[in-house]
């Protein structure tokens, strides 16, 4: 995938020909300082954004060639996402905004799953408190369990522990690794604290918009 | 419920300021028009009202070409009282008289008033005009007259002040003793009417007044008099004529039946140039203005409406703008933009639906507060307060339809923005 922004002289090339595959069930870890690309190649991925060149291809399936409505309903059914400052509705209750992405589909038989989701995060007894009225750490736990409602192929998240303090981040980032295994989720994390995360299946370096395997390996470029 | 719905009705209820601002602007709008409602349309009802009651009844037959009709009342009102539907019919005839009063021997008042001649047992049987009597009685003998209360006033030099001037509608200044305090007349009290008859002579009699008439809003005969007919017919040298006949139609009777009746009747009496009319035809000049006003009134108050809507289109504005996060988290977790549009549209409904409800809660309170204290225009004409359920209804559903309206273009936008960009939004 290449993704230029702008025009003539003010040009940016944001993503330089990447090209990697991802296993079913992998921990993928996306590091990168910042400025370096790695938000953009996760909106790539999760059809936030459509590249200049190349294609995402997911389960096989390439999804370059989607109309708005399929690309919602893609993201819906495929896609689960986690972002930086949780992103939670905070006109809605907490089992509400997990709720959310079946209900879009109006999907009615996921109440109970969703329940079973907070639990595992942690979050049993919030379930009917407002988004707005619980911690940051319980917010983005709340997050990880919207995007797994659905049983998506990949849960794409971006910096999910960069507004929480240490203690918080590692929490929710165990959360994360619990639900990856328990699961078998496919997970995709950009961040910029890669010492926060410890062991994970794998790691991608994003630099300047281009993509290398491990983390101190601008030679290893991914090609893949 | 849809999550949409419950979704829109939760951001709507996070953003109360709004939420009441939108909501005022709609019911606010409707007031409007309610209010107009029942002051313009009452008034115009009232009008109509005392106009049939008094003057001109369900039916008025008169002459085309003559100013009185020759033939018999009795065989007119024979005639309509046997048509089913008819409750009665009554004579009446009216002419100028110059009417005066003395006091203390001298002459206090001398002015032309209006006469009105009424066959007393048919009158209040067609009529409700006897039913003004404040003080006294109706006309019930041939030298009794019902005055009316301004004429009253002006008889006893009341209208100047209470001091001793000439008034009324055409003053002639004759007295010259001031009697201090104005008095107006009572019943009891002599008037003597000089009425001209038909072959030029003034013809005199003197009347005893049986009663006082207060009858608001223009309509009555608060400046005339009222006598006998067939006393108004001798002193006109017209025995037997009348000036018109008014017919009153049982109150189960339509305003297509009133139609059907005049033309029954014209088709029984082709031949004697008799003009009939209904009450909307009797009405039709006097109230062919006061209409065009009522169109202007609510004419404004849809602008109003209009208005209203720009404010709810603002305020949709504003809350898209306050939301542009949530759309963008909405649509990267699947929403597609024809969900955002139905969100901000249903929100749209549900301040038309509660302005609706609101606007016509209080448009109907001021309605009954209206009836219940029979409330009268410039304190004296009642007005004819009714509960139009078409037009409440037709005035909430166009305000529930333009908020709709007005949240099109503001759902548009939200559906225009990028998820990406959206969720940058602080």
Redesign the interface.
């Known amino acids: 995938m290449t993704k230029i922004y702008g025009e003539a002289e003010t040009k940016v090339r944001a993503l330089d020909n990447v090209s990697f595959s991802v296993k079913k069930g992998e921990f993928v870890l996306v590091i990168g300082s910042s400025g370096s690309g790695k938000s953009t190649l996760l909106?790539m991925i999760?059809l936030?954004?459509k590249p200049t060149e190349g294609k995402v291809l997911v389960d096989g399936f390439d999804t370059s060639n989607l109309t708005?409505?399929e690309i919602?309903?893609f993201?819906?059914?495929k896609l689960g996402?986690v972002?930086q400052f949780a992103?939670?509705?905070?006109?809605?209750t907490v089992l509400?905004n997990v709720l959310?992405?079946s209900?879009?589909?109006f999907d009615s038989t996921t109440n109970n799953k969703a329940k079973e989701i907070l639990e595992k995060v942690g979050l049993k007894d919030q379930l009917f408190k407002r988004a707005n009225k619980i911690s940051g750490g319980q917010a983005q736990r709340a997050a990880i369990a919207?995007g797994l409602v659905n049983n998506p192929t990949i849960v794409l998240a971006d910096e999910p522990t960069g507004n929480l303090d240490s203690v918080t981040a590692k929490n929710v980032i165990e959360v994360m690794k619990k639900m990856a295994k328990d699961l078998g989720q496919t997970f995709i994390v950009v961040t910029h604290e890669r010492a926060q995360f410890g062991d994970v299946d794998r790691i991608i370096t994003i630099k300047d918009g281009r993509a290398f395997e491990g983390e101190h390996s601008p030679e290893l470029e991914v090609v893949a | 419920m849809d999550y949409r719905f419950h979704l829109a009705k939760r951001m709507l209820v996070n953003k109360r300021g709004s939420l009441i601002g939108a909501v005022l602007a709609v019911s606010i709008g409707i007031l409007v028009i309610n209010v107009n409602f029942v002051i313009f349309q009452g008034i115009y009802d009232a009008i109509i009202r005392d106009m049939s009651e008094y003057r001109f009844g369900d039916i008025y037959v008169y002459d085309e070409e003559k100013s009185t009709i020759e033939k018999s009342d009795t065989v007119l009102i024979n005639w309509f009282e046997r048509i089913p539907g008819v409750e009665a019919a009554t004579p009446r005839l009216e002419a100028s008289a110059t009417a005066e009063t003395r006091i203390l021997g001298h002459q206090h008042e001398k002015f032309n008033v209006p006469v009105l001649g009424v066959d007393p047992i048919s009158d209040i049987r067609t009529s409700t005009i006897h039913e003004t009597v404040g003080d006294g009685q109706y006309v019930y003998a041939r030298n009794s007259i019902v005055v009316g209360e301004s004429v009253a006033s002006d008889l006893g030099g009341c209208s100047q002040g209470g001091f001793f001037m000439s008034s009324g509608t055409d003053p002639t200044v004759t007295g010259d003793v001031d009697i201090g305090e104005c008095q107006p007349v009572r019943v009891g009290d002599s008037v003597k009417l000089t009425i001209t008859d038909q072959w030029g002579i003034d013809q005199k009699k003197r009347f005893v007044v049986t009663g006082i008439s207060g009858t608001a809003g223009g309509q009555g005969f608060d400046r005339s008099v009222i006598i006998h007919i067939d006393t108004l017919r001798d002193m006109l040298d017209r025995s037997g004529e009348s000036g018109s006949i008014m017919v009153r139609l049982q109150e189960s009777a339509s305003p297509y039946d009133a139609k059907q009746i005049k033309n029954q009747f014209l088709q029984a009496f082709p031949n004697d140039n008799l003009r009939a009319e209904t009450i909307e035809e009797s009405a039709e000049s006097t109230l062919a203005g006061f209409r065009s006003g009522i169109a202007m009134i609510n004419l404004i108050g849809y602008f109003g409406m209009g208005s209203s809507a720009f404010a709810i289109l603002t305020i949709q504005m504003m809350l898209v703008n306050s939301k542009t996060r949530e759309i963008g988290i909405m649509r990267a977790i699947g929403a597609r933009r024809k969900d955002i549009l139905i969100i901000f549209i249903m929100q749209g409904m549900i301040i038309g639906a509660m302005g609706a409800g609101a606007g016509t809660a209080l448009g109907l309170g001021y309605t009954t507060y209206a009836k219940i204290t029979n409330m009268e225009f410039g304190g004296s004409l009642a007005l004819e307060v009714n509960y139009n359920w078409q037009k409440i209804g037709e005035t909430a559903f166009i305000a529930f339809i333009l908020a709709m309206i007005a949240s099109i273009y503001p759902s548009y936008r939200a559906t225009k923005k990028q998820p990406v960009e959206a969720m940058r939004a602080v």
């Open positions: 909106n999760g936030l954004d708005d409505n919602s309903t993201r819906n059914k996402f972002f992103n939670l509705l905070a006109d809605l509400e959310l992405p209900q879009i589909q919207r």
